[in-house]
């Protein structure tokens, strides 16, 4: 498996590839409608043919009165059916001409004078893409945050990058070098999530874990939910196991049944498009697991504001939130994989009772050290914290416990 860590593309090239992406996910949609219509119009024939044989047959004793009504009753059926078959015809040209047209369009984008409009085509699909199945999508406008005018400066911790961000005013209202690069580790998996919910399609979309993708978590030490090599599972089944145990497994797996491929530096391309449509400031990822690299790097303030829009959002929230989560059945784990979050389990260990967790992720590497973004409530008011680079996992919790008592208030 590819990694391509080196690879960075600038925004227009990456907006250019995400406009391509999803004109071939409508091309095929049209496709999948002209055979629904098709198959519609033979199934509407084969009934009638059915219908006037049995009407034949029954009718072998009528008057000839009798028969010149049927005649003109299958006479009528016929116009009836020539009409459907005419209707589907022009539907189905319809489609064609659709397709045709943004078949066109894609091969305008290699002009540089049509890379805007492309762009925007892009845009405009997502907005109205699974429209029916999500109340808010990331492309909401929530404008990336301030600080208050009474921000505060954090520096009672042992956590090196901290962040918090009042929730309902849209405000960073204290922090700790907050806007300074950072490895966010496994944190990395909240954009990963946002990614795949926006792009797979459908979380019904079944994926079969690899002996590469295998190969490549057992190389890189990952966290992993448990799955077998030639395991199906369903990309909802992923998030929870992505999210929950932050399991690297989920991660690639989720990265290839987005796109289809094994190789994940488009998913990754995909990641960075959401980054620019988040307006995030210092954010760039290499791949969707959270391994350390040079250019998979964010700041606390990025992180806070990436998982205030997961929250926002119907599909990933539920996930970040949940405390556990038992996959399908499937032949190699008949009772399903049972999951448990990080967060909630730290929460607990910790005795941190100060205020009512909401959701959020953990994240560890040797060079992020220990990490945690999560939304709390207390006193019903949401806050979102972020803390990176903290010694221990004990450590950051007694960070989270301070800041909880001193600056959400």
């Not at 805007?116 to 699974?130: H, P, Y």
């Not at 946002?194 to 295998?214: A, I, N, R």
């Amino acid at each position: 498996m590819q990694n391509n860590n080196n690879r960075r593309l600038t925004e227009e090239e990456i907006r250019k590839k995400r406009a391509i992406y999803l004109k071939k996910k409508e091309r095929a949609r049209k496709k999948r409608i002209r055979i629904i219509v098709g198959l519609s119009a033979i199934a509407v024939v084969v009934v009638f043919i059915l219908v006037t044989v049995f009407s034949m047959m029954g009718a072998g004793t009528t008057t000839s009165g009798e028969t010149h009504a049927v005649s003109e009753k299958t006479h009528s059926n016929k116009e009836l059916t020539a009409n459907k078959n005419a209707d589907t015809d022009s539907e189905s040209d319809d489609s064609k001409s659709e397709t045709n047209s943004v078949s066109d369009s894609k091969n305008d984008s290699n002009s540089d004078s049509d890379n805007d409009s492309d762009s925007d085509n892009g845009q405009n699909e997502l907005i109205s893409q699974d429209s029916s199945n999500r109340e808010k999508t990331i492309l909401q406008d929530i404008p990336y945050p301030n600080n208050s005018t009474s921000f505060k400066k954090i520096d009672d911790i042992t956590s090196d990058y901290a962040v918090v961000l009042d929730v309902d005013k849209n405000e960073f209202i204290a922090g700790k070098a907050e806007n300074e690069k950072m490895y966010p580790a496994s944190m990395t998996k909240v954009m990963t999530l946002l990614t795949s919910v926006d792009f797979v399609g459908s979380k019904d979309k079944m994926y079969e874990y690899t002996l590469d993708s295998s190969d490549y978590c057992y190389i890189n030490g990952t966290s992993m939910a448990g799955l077998t090599v030639g395991e199906k599972v369903s990309a909802n089944d992923l998030y929870y196991g992505l999210i929950l145990p932050s399991g690297g497994d989920a991660a690639v797996g989720l990265a290839s049944v987005t796109t289809d491929q094994e190789d994940f530096s488009y998913f990754t391309d995909l990641m960075n498009l959401e980054v620019a449509m988040m307006g995030l400031k210092n954010t760039h990822y290499t791949n969707p697991v959270g391994l350390h690299d040079e250019n998979n790097y964010s700041t606390a303030c990025d992180t806070a504001v990436l998982l205030n829009y997961a929250m926002q959002n119907v599909d990933a929230a539920p996930v970040l939130e949940a405390e556990s989560h038992r996959m399908t059945t499937t032949s190699m784990h008949e009772n399903g994989i049972r999951v448990y979050s990080l967060v909630h389990k730290y929460f607990y260990k910790h005795n941190v009772d100060n205020v009512n967790l909401i959701g959020g992720k953990t994240g560890y590497t040797t060079e992020a050290r220990s990490c945690l973004v999560v939304e709390v409530e207390k006193n019903g008011k949401k806050y979102i914290v972020c803390t990176a680079h903290a010694p221990s996992q004990s450590d950051m919790m007694e960070d989270h416990k301070k800041i909880y008592d001193k600056y959400c208030i």
